[in-house]
């Protein structure tokens, strides 16, 4: 079914098994000076083991003040070496190829990170750091380059078995082959090549270090999506010249940290789509392409390639939702394969709030050497309350330790709250993770008990061992004059399509509810507003979910009120409070609620003494994301 995907090919001198990558990923897992901890080995030895052809690992910077981010790996001296050589050697013992990518972050980090001024072509800061960087002089440039040099040949002492230069994303190598950055008048600025003298000058030096026999990969975005940036022709022209610089392959992304939410891009965007970038290159070169945007199947990997628009596939997410995907998809297991649901919550969304990376669906990624899942030495009963993502995970893994799990879910269906989740434009995806939840507890056996709410006297009754509470929460409905009228509904109701909604709605409340509720109405053709009384809307999203997001609500014409309090609901609108002065806000045919959410965690208190273990997890915990959720779930599950 997959004879392309799982045929070898060779990148240079390097024979890959399949045609699988993992591409680089930012996780932070390594120390602050470079060298490499267990975690960050652990992490690639599961994609080994998983069955990937090739791995690409995260950015080593060349040199400390090339580093975008606190935890990354860097071979900038030798006395790094050693502790990366380990990596290649655990990751080899699967038949899998490594290869370091390399980088130098350029004007894309900041002084807290660095402890310096960033440096670049031209003194022209980064839409994302806001920091002026030093502009590099020529006697600069010339050591970076030997930097470059020095580190792919560490890289091959260390036992890689080739090297990625990271000429993508807006990193220093991108900041010089783009107009958009690099406005030098010198032999380093102006025209293409004058623009291309820098990452050439970098290739022929790895090669006079490394050999002619070590593999050098090129990443580059296809197109930059800024304002005088780089398109897919410039890419065109320049994949010719790396070609023609001996460069093995070229591995198409797209995007800069001024277009980051196309560099990581959400569940908004189609999949695959970088793939036409892709075939667009590999029209003009004849070594390897590598594809890579979006693409979390295996079916749509092997069409890619069998359609010629690439030679290897690049599924970065799909990585960390599931190391095992590429075994699982050569035994033909797909119900088995744990997706990516493109929400960004743990990739992106740690690395942002200064945490190392994770992921939503997996909560096992970066944390291989700690969440090992042993056979239980005694057999326990144990009891789940709610069957939402938090609870199947925690069942999930209780029964899979060996454990006699029994769920209890009110309703006739699982998945709580990311039922409900899935519903609004974009995140139909989020039902991938349901469904592989739910085949996970048939796999395991777990008893699910449908329309039975867990009670204390089921508790007292049936005597388990312990119960683990993931009983979710519940709308907050404030206390508004009128809240009781008819014409007000709950955002939960509206997207179960439990309530009939008029033409002219508002939503009170622009978080992410209220926000993806009014998109999922506006795009159904009703006039929608939003009343918030934040400062802004949808501030709880991912910042490249937010940015598809409020394109869509901008499209669809959804007007937006913030700082504007609701002091009372009418029959046909509301009474918003604005700069201190009343108004009425409509006409409306229907209110909708979309406060938020608050805890619904009794059971917790009234089991007290009644059960040896009890465990709170998720919203009944206290309301967050999905992403804490489940990993609580998961820790319960190996809890018990």
């Known amino acids: 079914m997959l004879?392309?995907?799982?045929?070898?090919?060779?990148?240079?001198?390097?024979?890959?098994?399949?045609?699988?990558?993992?591409?680089?990923?930012?996780?932070?897992?390594?120390?602050?000076?470079?060298?490499?901890?267990?975690?960050?080995?652990?992490?690639?030895?599961?994609?080994?083991?998983?069955?990937?052809?090739?791995?690409?690992?995260?950015?080593?910077?060349?040199?400390?003040?090339?580093?975008?981010?606190?935890?990354?790996?860097?071979?900038?001296?030798?006395?790094?070496?050693?502790?990366?050589?380990?990596?290649?050697?655990?990751?080899?013992?699967?038949?899998?190829?490594?290869?370091?990518?390399?980088?130098?972050?350029?004007?894309?980090?900041?002084?807290?990170?660095?402890?310096?001024?960033?440096?670049?072509?031209?003194?022209?800061?980064?839409?994302?750091?806001?920091?002026?960087?030093?502009?590099?002089?020529?006697?600069?440039?010339?050591?970076?380059?030997?930097?470059?040099?020095?580190?792919?040949?560490?890289?091959?002492?260390?036992?890689?078995?080739?090297?990625?230069?990271?000429?993508?994303?807006?990193?220093?190598?991108?900041?010089?082959?783009?107009?958009?950055?690099?406005?030098?008048?010198?032999?380093?600025?102006?025209?293409?090549?004058?623009?291309?003298?820098?990452?050439?000058?970098?290739?022929?030096?790895?090669?006079?270090?490394?050999?002619?026999?070590?593999?050098?990969?090129?990443?580059?975005?296809?197109?930059?999506?800024?304002?005088?940036?780089?398109?897919?022709?410039?890419?065109?022209?320049?994949?010719?010249?790396?070609?023609?610089?001996g460069v093995n392959a070229i591995h198409v992304s797209a995007g800069v940290y001024g277009s980051m939410q196309f560099i990581i891009p959400p569940a908004a965007v189609r999949h695959g789509w970088i793939a036409d970038f892709a075939a667009e290159v590999k029209k003009v070169v004849s070594i390897p392409v590598i594809t890579v945007g979006r693409i979390n199947d295996p079916m749509m990997a092997e069409t890619i390639i069998a359609s010629g628009k690439a030679d290897f596939v690049a599924i970065g997410r799909g990585s960390l939702a599931d190391p095992e995907l590429p075994n699982k998809a050569a035994a033909g297991k797909f119900d088995e394969i744990n997706y990516c649901i493109g929400c960004l919550q743990g990739c992106v969304g740690n690395l942002f709030r200064g945490n190392p990376g994770g992921c939503l669906v997996n909560p096992v990624t970066g944390r291989e050497s700690e969440f090992i899942l042993k056979p239980v030495d005694k057999k326990k009963k144990v009891f789940v309350a709610g069957g939402g993502p938090a609870g199947m995970e925690a069942a999930r893994v209780a029964a899979q330790r060996g454990h006699e799990v029994h769920l209890y879910e009110k309703s006739d269906k699982l998945g709580g709250q990311y039922l409900i989740g899935a519903i609004p434009p974009n995140k139909g995806e989020v039902d991938m993770f349901l469904a592989w939840q739910q085949n996970q507890l048939k796999k395991y056996n777990v008893n699910v008990h449908f329309n039975t709410e867990l009670t204390v006297e089921i508790v007292e009754k049936e005597a388990p061992d312990a119960v683990i509470v993931a009983t979710g929460g519940e709308p907050i409905v404030p206390d508004i004059p009128g809240k009781d009228r008819p014409n007000v509904v709950e955002a939960n109701d509206v997207l179960l399509g439990n309530v009939n909604v008029g033409h002219r709605v508002i939503v009170i409340g622009g978080g992410m509810v209220g926000s993806e509720t009014a998109d999922h109405l506006a795009n159904h053709g009703k006039e929608v507003t939003i009343v918030e009384m934040l400062p802004d809307i949808a501030n709880d999203e991912e910042d490249a979910v937010r940015y598809f997001l409020m394109k869509d609500l901008h499209d669809n014409g959804v007007k937006i009120y913030v700082n504007a309090p609701v002091k009372k609901i009418l029959d046909d609108g509301v009474i918003s409070e604005i700069d201190g002065t009343e108004i009425k806000i409509g006409p409306a045919d229907t209110i909708v609620m979309a406060i938020g959410a608050k805890s619904v965690n009794s059971l917790t208190k009234e089991l007290e003494g009644k059960v040896p273990q009890v465990l709170t997890v998720g919203d009944a915990l206290k309301v967050r994301k999905a992403l804490e959720a489940v990993e609580e779930g998961y820790r319960a599950g190996l809890a018990v």
Not at 108 to 126: D, K, L, R, W
């Open 3 to 245: 004879k392309n995907l799982f045929s070898p090919m060779r990148i240079g001198k390097m024979e890959v098994s399949n045609r699988l990558v993992v591409p680089a990923m930012v996780m932070n897992f390594c120390n602050n000076d470079g060298t490499a901890t267990e975690k960050y080995i652990a992490y690639h030895e599961a994609k080994a083991k998983g069955g990937w052809g090739l791995i690409i690992t995260e950015d080593y910077a060349v040199d400390p003040r090339g580093k975008g981010f606190a935890g990354i790996p860097g071979l900038w001296n030798d006395d790094q070496i050693e502790s990366h050589s380990k990596l290649p050697e655990r990751v080899h013992r699967y038949g899998s190829k490594i290869v370091a990518q390399i980088y130098h972050a350029g004007r894309q980090t900041n002084h807290f990170v660095i402890g310096a001024q960033p440096v670049a072509p031209s003194p022209i800061p980064c839409p994302a750091n806001q920091e002026i960087p030093h502009e590099l002089t020529k006697a600069e440039i010339r050591n970076i380059v030997e930097e470059f040099g020095d580190c792919a040949l560490r890289a091959k002492k260390a036992g890689f078995d080739g090297v990625e230069v990271h000429g993508a994303h807006g990193y220093l190598i991108a900041q010089f082959m783009s107009p958009y950055s690099n406005k030098r008048t010198d032999e380093y600025g102006g025209s293409l090549l004058n623009r291309m003298r820098f990452p050439l000058e970098i290739i022929s030096n790895i090669r006079a270090k490394a050999g002619n026999d070590f593999p050098i990969l090129f990443r580059i975005s296809g197109d930059e999506f800024v304002p005088g940036g780089r398109t897919i022709e410039d890419t065109k022209a320049i994949a010719v010249l790396l070609e023609q610089a």
